[in-house]
Every structure is written in C-alpha cells, then in structure tokens.
C-alpha cells in the first residue's frame, strides 16, 4: 500500500521560513515526478513546485525566487522550502508524486496524494 505522509507544516510570522517534507513508501515503480500543490480556503488546488525525473523543476511565479523543492539522497522523500512566507501563502499543502512503469512501449502513471499539511502565517 502506498503511503505519502507530509510534514512540517505550521505557524509562522510573516516573512518567516518553514521545510515541508513529503516521503513516500509502498510504491512498486519508480518515482518519476514528485510536487507539491496547495489549496486555500474556497480555492482550486494550485502546483507549487515539482520535480519531473530528469531532473526537470517546474515552479508556480508565486514560488519562484521564494521556495525551493528537492528530493532526498533515498529519492522517495520531496522537501519544499519555504522562504519569505507571506500570509497569502497560508494553506494546505499537498504532497504528490506519480509512480510510472512501461508496459508494451506505453508509459502508465499512477498518482498519489498526501493527506496535506496546514501552513498558516500570520503575526
């Protein structure tokens, strides 16, 4: 069974700095993408950043310049850093990965959510 358990979230003051971690166990096939997405209140879920295998890193404007995504040395943790929060920033955030294998010549991919990790900031 394939677990992703998020971590780190919390309180923090504005302009404050918070690490997510997301590691994921279970899986059968390798990772080939690993992200993180957030949902506000009353708001679609939206990426925040992601690691494609490759390594290819994509990030949202908003993350830009401000968080920064990694995977760890074992490849089935993901961390998020968190620089300069603002409070807009507030929201659950997401662990995703997606789990791929090749079958016949066809990529078939898999994707699993976290339950999600509170971030909150505010003074």
């Known amino acids: 069974q394939v677990q992703v358990v998020e971590s780190g979230g919390g309180l923090v003051q504005p302009g404050g700095s918070l690490r997510l971690s997301c590691v994921v166990s279970?899986?059968?096939?390798?990772?080939?993408?690993m992200g993180w997405y957030r949902q506000a209140p009353e708001k679609q879920r939206e990426l925040v950043a992601r690691?494609?295998?490759?390594?290819?890193?994509n990030y949202s404007d908003f993350a830009k310049d401000r968080f920064t995504i990694s995977t760890g040395n074992a490849k089935n943790t993901v961390y998020l850093q968190m620089n300069s929060l603002k409070p807009e920033d507030t929201a659950v955030y997401f662990c995703h990965v997606v789990s791929c294998t090749t079958l016949g010549g066809t990529e078939i991919d898999y994707d699993f959510w976290g339950q999600g990790t509170q971030v909150t900031v505010s003074s």
């Open positions: 279970g899986t059968t096939f390798s990772l080939c993408a």
């Open positions: 690691i494609v295998s490759g390594p290819t890193t």
